[in-house]
């Protein structure tokens, strides 16, 4: 039953994007194809690093602050719906389980996710990187977007302006976006400021994707890292959601 439940609230929010693809495959563009440039083509061509080109060590990178932000922001709507709308009461009233509605709206977070993921892929190559291409790079891909989509989730929970969602962004998605290993190896900055960086998920899932990249292999602590992370944010999802009906 609970299966089916997920399978609704996952198929009513692909009927809403597969009316959109169009637009959402363009719009996802954008910002890959200026990081590519600027950092690529532009800055990336007078830098070497340890592993070869500048532009094969910052896609990992674009990859793993793309999914987050596509992610994060895939569940925002469900911020409005419950403060402006009032339509999430609907799912509170609806015969659908708490843990099916949160695992829906996750998987289809991980699904744009995903698919923005591909198209930076893509432009990659068109890019002339050099990077390697396998389940494993996908999983880590999914299981970041299943966090940020998470966090993205209890956002919507609590959070009741949209200002204080923007803030959100700003003090924790922006820092993170740049300081994560995502345009430079954490080892540059202060012990102090790596020892909390190396806190974060969006580190760990940095260092898996230009590993896995460059034909590495998944090293097991930062796997433990994101593992957690997506546990406890299931857990602090369900309470958040829960609280809605108390």
Partial sequence: M??????????????VLKRRLGKFILSRMVAPMLYLVAFGWGLG???ETAGGSYLNFIVPGILALNSMNISFGSIMPLHAERVYHKSLDEYILAPVSPSAFIVGKILSAVLR???SSAIIMALAFLFGANISIGLPLILILALNCVI???IGFFAAMKINTYEEMAQVNTY???????????FFLTAAL?????FIIDLLPLT????????LCSGGEIAPLSLAVLLFYAALGFWLDKRAFAAMDA
Wanted: glycine share 6%.
């Fill in 172 to 182: 924790v998605l922006l820092p993170m976006s740049f300081l994560c290993g995502t």
């Fill in 45 to 47: 061509r007078s830098i």
């Fill in 204 to 211: 760990h899932t940095s260092s898996l994707l230009r590993s």
């Fill in 148 to 150: 940020f989509a998470q």
């Fill in 113 to 115: 996710g995903l698919i």
């Fill in 2 to 15: 609970i299966f089916e439940d997920i399978l609704t609230v996952f198929w009513r929010d692909w009927r």
């Fill in 190 to 194: 202060p012990a102090g400021a790596r």
